[in-house]
């Protein structure tokens, strides 16, 4: 009997015992305050990131916009200065690969609204300019433009839409545990006339040609 009831009274001491109680509850919250603080980490760094994307991409939209921003030269050595300073923040950035910039320009602010592709008469009813169909080159650039822009930054009083895009991997490599995709992918544009140093180019009358297969 005496062995029996120390025994139990071992049993209610081991019961009321608090020991290890701590590391056992944080045992069980760690997990998801850590992933909650890299969380909030890495979409501050997403956020940091946009906020220098959106002033890198203004300083590309002014540049560009004066008399000399429609040169080749000039606009690769206004991408390669956005592109290093993009790649500061992240060194695992490749400028060649993860910084795309892209231009678009047009007549007026309302082309570029409105962003409407040029006509054409869709044979095949898919939605898609192709296989020999008519359209009408209304920029004369010789293809089909969904957009009803023109590549490049265009001429004096053109308004131009500047994207820049940006890939890059995550902060940190948590994001496929909780269902997220493991790269980034920011994207910001701005529209801006190029500056009045010239007349505003004049369109020839629109053209119609044939859309390549």
């Known amino acids: 009997m005496r062995i029996v009831a120390m025994k139990k009274l071992d049993m209610q001491k081991l019961l009321r015992n608090q020991s290890g109680v701590s590391v056992t509850e944080f045992g069980l ?19 940091y990131m946009r906020t220098v994307i959106d002033g890198a991409i203004q300083e590309v939209a002014r540049d560009s916009s004066l008399e000399d921003g429609g040169v080749l030269s000039k606009q690769e050595a206004i991408d390669a200065r956005i592109k290093m300073q993009i790649r500061k923040l992240n060194k695992n950035i490749d400028p060649a ?57 265009g001429g004096a009083k053109d308004v131009s839409i500047v994207t820049v895009t940006v890939t890059y991997d995550r ?9 997220l995709p493991e790269q980034i992918t920011i994207a910001a544009n701005t529209v801006l006339a190029n500056q009045p140093y010239a007349e505003q180019a004049a369109y020839a009358a629109p053209q119609t040609r044939n859309c390549d297969d």
Not at 29 to 47: K, S
Not at 99 to 128: P, W
Not at 145 to 153: L, P, R, T
Request: hydrophobic letters at 35%.
């Open 29 to 47: 919250i760690a997990p998801a305050v850590i992933t909650m603080l890299l969380g909030t980490m890495d979409v501050g760094h997403t956020l």
């Open 171 to 179: 902060l940190f490599p948590l994001a496929k545990l909780i269902g």
């Open 97 to 153: 690969q993860d910084i795309k910039i892209k231009r678009r320009y047009y007549r007026n602010f309302s082309n570029a609204f409105n962003a409407e592709e040029e006509d054409y008469t869709d044979t095949n009813d898919n939605g898609v300019c192709d296989n020999g169909e008519p359209y009408v080159d209304a920029n004369l650039n010789e293809v089909w433009d969904s957009d009803g822009g023109d590549e490049g930054q």
